[in-house]
């Protein structure tokens, strides 16, 4: 199963950007996509931005995300 986690673009330096997923930095590359810039918001997958989303489905897609970890055995 592939997993694309929603991050929040914090800058872009060539064709890399720094993002943040709560409040970790990656670095993600934009070859994917075009126009993206900070602010947007991306679902990022093996380090590739493949996606923009809106805030808002980004926010709820990562609270159903935690939610599953929060409810799964340990």
Not at 23 to 39: I, K, M
Not at 59 to 66: K, P, S, V
């Amino acid at each position: 199963m592939c997993l694309a986690i929603p991050a929040k673009v914090i800058s872009i330096v060539g064709s890399n950007a720094l993002v943040t997923i709560e409040d970790v930095e990656y670095t993600a590359s934009l070859l994917l996509l075009d126009n993206v810039q900070p602010g947007d918001y991306i679902m990022l997958h093996a380090g590739f931005a493949i996606e923009k989303v809106d805030p808002e489905e980004a926010a709820e897609t990562l609270r159903l995300l935690n939610e599953i970890a929060d409810n799964s055995p340990q």
